[in-house]
């Protein structure tokens, strides 16, 4: 029911009802203008319907060192996560369901460990530095400490988790504690990797991929759409 009514308000924004107003955003650089096409889903967050791609605006939190975040909310978890965003977490949640279907499940760890799943999202990220516009595959800014080499899968739409406050008893969104998209495992998160990857300082497996992401506070565009078939290449 939850589900239904996130998708719903995301539906009702992108038929033309204004979003509430939100302070301006300092992250908003001059080069950045939204397509006049996408629908606005609240602050620093967009639907392109035609493209079926969810667009965010964040800035670069870190760009070195161990992560468990790709994109964390702001104000949250900004010392292991390469970027940042002010978008809401379930609007978030909502665009997913329009761009790339229902989400799967979060990771669970009891009574046996089962890996987050859901429909596979590509990520790519784009910004400007030096006069010019670059644009990547996200996962070219994950780098496997172990191997050496960058992040190799998508994530899932696991979706993150509801639960009752035991103060207040209201429900609670558990993504709005910061976990947007993670590379280690999180009940919490809305995006995660779909296999064991531990959040154990000991034990995590992936850092910044230094030299490839620009510098800390650059504001970058992020887009998610529905991973392609294996073999099949990315729509434009």
Same mark, same amino acid.
């Given at each position: 029911?939850?589900?239904?009514?996130?998708?719903?308000?995301?539906?009702?924004?992108?038929?033309?009802?204004?979003?509430?107003?939100?302070?301006?955003?300092?992250?908003?650089?001059?080069?950045?203008?939204?397509?006049?096409?996408?629908?606005?889903?609240?602050?620093?967050?967009?639907?392109?319907?035609?493209?079926?791609?969810?667009?965010?605006?964040?800035?670069?939190?870190?760009?070195?060192?161990?992560?468990?975040?790709?994109?964390?909310?702001?104000?949250?978890?900004?010392?292991?996560?390469?970027?940042?965003?002010?978008?809401?977490?379930?609007?978030?949640?909502?665009?997913?369901?329009?761009?790339?279907?229902?989400?799967?499940?979060?990771?669970?760890?009891?009574?046996?460990?089962?890996?987050? $799943?859901?429909?596979? %999202? !590509?990520?790519?990220?784009?910004?400007?530095?030096? &006069?010019?516009?670059?644009? /990547?595959?996200? #996962?070219?800014?994950?780098?496997?400490?172990?191997?050496?080499?960058?992040?190799?899968?998508?994530?899932?739409?696991?979706?993150?988790?509801?639960?009752?406050?035991?103060?207040?008893?209201?429900?609670?969104?558990?993504?709005?504690?910061?976990?947007?998209?993670?590379?280690?495992?999180?009940?919490?998160?809305?995006?995660?990797?779909?296999?064991?990857?531990?959040?154990?300082?000991? $034990?995590?497996?992936? %850092? !910044?991929?230094?030299?490839?992401?620009?510098?800390? &506070?650059?504001?970058?565009? /992020?887009?998610? #759409?529905?991973?392609?078939?294996?073999?099949?290449?990315?729509?434009?």
């Amino acid at each position: 029911m939850q589900t239904l009514r996130l998708a719903l308000t995301a539906l009702a924004l992108c038929a033309g009802q204004e979003p509430k107003a939100s302070p301006p955003d300092p992250a908003q650089a001059v080069q950045f203008q939204p397509d006049p096409a996408w629908k606005p889903l609240g602050r620093d967050l967009w639907f392109d319907p035609a493209g079926k791609v969810l667009i965010l605006r964040a800035r670069t939190a870190i760009t070195e060192g161990y992560l468990e975040h790709l994109l964390c909310l702001e104000q949250t978890k900004e010392h292991e996560s390469i970027l940042a965003t002010w978008a809401d977490p379930r609007m978030i949640h909502a665009g997913l369901i329009l761009a790339v279907g229902e989400p799967g499940k979060p990771v669970r760890y009891r009574p046996e460990f089962r890996p987050p $799943e859901g429909p596979e %999202v !590509a990520i790519e990220v784009e910004w400007h530095e030096n &006069g010019k516009l670059h644009r /990547v595959d996200a #996962r070219e800014w994950v780098k496997n400490s172990k191997t050496g080499n960058r992040l190799e899968s998508n994530w899932v739409f696991a979706g993150s988790e509801l639960f009752q406050d035991p103060d207040t008893k209201k429900m609670v969104y558990a993504a709005d504690g910061g976990d947007l998209i993670t590379v280690a495992n999180f009940p919490s998160a809305i995006l995660d990797l779909p296999f064991a990857s531990s959040n154990s300082d000991a $034990e995590r497996s992936y %850092v !910044a991929f230094a030299g490839r992401i620009p510098a800390r &506070g650059t504001p970058v565009t /992020v887009y998610l #759409r529905k991973a392609a078939p294996a073999g099949q290449q990315p729509a434009p």
